[in-house]
């Protein structure tokens, strides 16, 4: 670490001065600090636009037979996002997962998907077992999805 540099570099005598300095130092900024918080600070709503980092899901269901439909109704966003643009009251994910309109779809059974019609091929050519992988919330500008692939062993 930087401190550690310094340490090295300096004699043992600078280095006691050092860190007596370096403690008044925080405790004066504590002060400042303690001070600050009292005045009456902006409620955060006014603070600028901190995005909010997505949490990004799996969510699985079961075809009870290979061409049963999904249920689901996807779109594109204006930044290129597959979005799922409503669900059929009979949906697979309507009755088991909280899947809901809004959220980006960014694969569908572990296959990257960037356009609806793409998803819709995939979700329709599963047989069975269909995996979407789900980001919760909209994509800010400048966020991207990259899947990374690890080599098992």
Known sequence: SMEDLIKSHSSAKDDNQDRSSAIQLSTSHRRQHRHRDASLSPPHDHLPNIPTL????????TKNRPDEPAGLFLT???NGAVLVHS???ESLFRKSTPLHPGQEVLSVNEK???D???????ITQAKRNLSLR???VERSR???YCQ???RSG
């Open 142 to 144: 400048g966020f991207m």
């Open 87 to 89: 669900l059929s009251p």
């Open 54 to 61: 997505p949490a990004i899901k799996t969510y699985k269901v």
């Open 112 to 114: 990257r998907v960037n």
């Open 134 to 136: 789900i980001s919760t």
């Open 116 to 122: 609806p019609k793409m998803a819709a091929t995939l």
């Open 76 to 78: 594109k966003a204006k």
């Open 148 to 150: 990374v692939k690890r």
